[in-house]
């Protein structure tokens, strides 16, 4: 079992960038693929961005691309997610996600890959 803890969100402006972190505990955090989803009120959960063991692969939703880094220090088993230019859309709960992967390079994206979840981490855009 993995524990995934959140911290880092808030209430923003438009505009402004945020950092979430998400720590884990339980497992060797090199063996495990990380991921970073949000759900908006009223909306399904949805795939934000996606890292491999190694950190060197990662994958985006479409959504994320140009705005969002994902990135994690495997040495503090630690992930995060760099949002910047900061959007009222992007206001959602945002949840860290991990998963055991044989390969290090395999970059995961749909939740049904992912067994292990954090409590999520508010982050509202004002506009």
């Known amino acids: 079992q993995v524990q995934l803890v959140e911290s880092g969100g808030g209430l923003v402006q438009t505009g402004d960038s945020l950092r979430l972190s998400c720590s884990a505990s339980?497992?060797?955090?090199?063996?495990?693929?990380m991921g970073w989803f949000r759900q908006a009120a009223g909306k399904e959960r949805e795939l934000v961005a996606a890292?491999?063991?190694?950190?060197?692969?990662?994958c985006y939703a479409d959504s994320a691309k140009g705005r969002f880094t994902i990135s994690r220090d495997n040495a503090k088993n630690t992930v995060y997610l760099q949002i910047n230019s900061m959007k009222p859309e992007d206001t959602a709960v945002y949840y860290c996600?991990?998963?055991?992967?044989?390969?290090?390079?395999?970059?995961?994206?749909?939740?049904?890959?992912?067994?292990?979840w954090g409590q999520g981490t508010q982050v509202t855009v004002s506009s």
């Open positions: 339980g497992r060797t955090f090199s063996t495990l693929v």
């Open positions: 890292i491999s063991r190694s950190g060197g692969n990662s």
């Open positions: 996600a991990a998963a055991s992967a044989l390969s290090s390079s395999v970059c995961l994206t749909l939740s049904g890959h992912y067994n292990n």
